[in-house]
């Protein structure tokens, strides 16, 4: 389910911090690493494990109305469409996410004032009074709300965000990831369906674990060799003056572009150009792609590097500079 581009930018945070502080260990490091995906893939059960949540309260709120000495006519009455949501039956039930949320002991019960928040502020929105006030409940009504809860309330919470910050360093990274992955998850439920139903699985493959760990390691063994080879190519830079996240993302490309024979050399070198964008300077992408393309053309042209199998995509055409409309 991670994605690629995302076990990227998690190696690239972890090593950021590990060339920083010179004090850990390479099996410290792969741990934290390890650890930090693990904990994405804990937000990610998290966040289905949200409109439950909202769920449950909304109920609360009904059982203690009912209990009023003086319970008005609405009190005893309530309108139960969003409590009796199918969708969250379903997410309820399903048995993946209760096995994740027994092993790994996660849950939101220490955050009642967050969920009641929530709740109030999702419960004056246009889109849910219409929900609430609508003649007819389909299934397909159901999940589009609980879609619209997802995608449109959590980002405007700072209270959403602290929670992210106390749980991880990492999870402010991660939302917008792990959001996109919830809502396909949740649009793939369907009326009826067993509880077996199967989530995303944390890796979207079984080389992954294999490539982060290959991948972080010889970033770490190939460290001064790396630096030495941009150095040549940067004779007009000092290094020193190089932004250090510049320094290693090129690190991470050269890397993976001579150690991983089956990612074409694109691949490599757009997704790092695209991680630039948002994790350095507003000039870095356009310095590390001019960089990187020197480098690799003469890499190439020394035979440093073999591709192999899907690795030889694209390996026709040798022009790794692109445009600026080509980069969007």
């Known amino acids: ?39 994405a893939f804990d937000l990610y059960h998290y966040l289905l494990l949200l409109p439950i949540e909202l769920v449950d309260f909304a109920d609360s709120k009904i059982q203690l109305a009912k209990q009023k000495f003086i319970a008005s006519h609405k009190d005893l009455n309530p309108n ?15 048995e993946a996410l209760n096995d994740h949320i027994t092993r790994h002991k996660i849950g939101w019960g220490n955050y009642p004032e967050l969920i009641r928040n929530l709740y109030q502020q999702l419960s004056v929105t246009d889109y849910f009074q219409a929900y609430m006030d609508g003649e007819n409940s389909s ?3 159901d999940k589009q709300l609980i879609i619209n809860i997802l995608s449109k309330e959590l980002e405007d919470s700072d209270e959403f965000y602290q929670f992210l910050e106390e ?7 991660d939302l917008e990831f792990m959001l996109s992955m919830v809502i396909k998850t949740l649009k793939k439920f369907c009326e009826g369906q067993p509880a077996s139903t ?18 972080l390691r010889k970033v770490i063994f190939n460290h001064e060799a790396n630096v030495k080879l941009i ?12 932004a250090s996240m510049d320094i290693l993302i090129m690190e991470l490309a050269l890397t993976e572009i001579k150690e991983f024979p089956s990612i074409p050399v694109k691949v490599s070198f757009n997704e790092y150009i695209e991680i630039a964008k948002f994790y350095s300077t507003d000039q870095s992408s356009t310095f590390i792609n001019g960089v990187l393309d020197k480098i690799i053309i003469s890499l190439r042209k020394k035979n440093l590097f073999v591709k192999q199998g899907r690795g030889l995509i694209g390996e026709e055409d040798d022009r ?9």
């Open 1 to 39: 389910m991670i994605s690629r581009r995302l076990l990227r930018v998690k190696i690239l945070q972890i090593l950021f911090a590990y060339f920083k502080s010179e004090n850990d260990s390479l099996n410290n490091v792969e741990k934290e690493l390890l650890q930090s995906i693990n904990k």
């Open 80 to 94: 139960t469409r969003f409590v009796d949501n199918g969708l969250v039956k379903l997410i309820r039930e399903n």
């Open 139 to 141: 299934f397909n009504d």
């Open 167 to 173: 749980q991880s360093i990492y999870w402010n990274d």
């Open 198 to 215: 199967p989530l995303f699985p944390m890796y979207r493959s079984d080389d992954d674990e294999d490539y982060i760990k290959r991948l």
């Open 231 to 242: 150095e040549e190519y940067t004779q007009n830079w000092e290094v020193d003056r190089i």
């Open 320 to 328: 790794l500079v692109f445009s600026d409309d080509e980069m969007e």
